[in-house]
């Protein structure tokens, strides 16, 4: 199931309430080390790179089979001015990502970004809050306006970290994992900062689950809320 203009309402208010923390010591801390992973996984990608002076790609799945048919991927030299490093760092960074993309089977959606920061995340903890606010917001706000975001990186709270690393687009309860339920539970938990209870209702039917369910896991989300604030 999708991700919900709802559901990224909370990250895309993070973003925009919160401030640039770029040129702080422990972020260029972060930055110093991401840029030295981009570099090493960058010479080892087992496929040709090209940059080019446009967005080469329509989908994912286009990427995915020119890849696939000819072991090159075209990466777009536009738009790459960043804080973080020059600008070649930055092509490579978009190399580094897209074929993470590849890895993962995940698309250029919101569900497909959210799940290559998870694998981030999971795989280099100390650089999370990079990934978070460099794929996961940046990516939220884009889907929630239509339009990219300016540069900043932003450090969540532990609370909307957990938030934002639980967004998968889920179902029913009847269908999930006990871990997934506990991710619903988060999900309404965030929807209730910014949202009224009949709305988080809504939202939590429109995922499948029943009005019992969907009251079980609003109880357990205001529950949540009064423990972590």
Known sequence: MAISRTELAPLVRAWH?????T?????????????TRIHREFAALPI???????????SFEQMRDQISSTGQMLVWTG?????????RTNWMARAVHDFDHIVHHADFGMEGEALV??????????LAPLYLSEVMLQAAVQNYTGQFSAQKLVLLDPSTTRY??????????????????RDVVWTA????KHSTAPMVMVHLAAMGLSEGDALVVLDAARA????VS
Not at 23 to 35: K, L, W, Y
Not at 117 to 126: D, M, Y
């Open 189 to 192: 938990a965030g929807m209730l």
């Open 79 to 87: 738009a790459s001015e960043t804080p973080l490093w020059d600008e």
């Open 117 to 126: 920061t998870r694998k981030a995340v999971a795989a280099r903890e100390k």
């Open 17 to 21: 309430e919160g401030h640039d923390a």
């Open 164 to 181: 934002a690393l639980s967004l998968k687009g889920l179902g029913g309860l009847g269908h999930t994992k006990r871990s997934d339920v």
């Open 48 to 58: 040709r790179v090209k940059f080019v002076g446009h967005d080469p790609y329509t």
């Open 23 to 35: 040129e702080s010591p422990h972020v260029r801390a972060m930055i110093n080390a991401e840029r």
């Open 224 to 227: 949540l809320n009064r423990k």
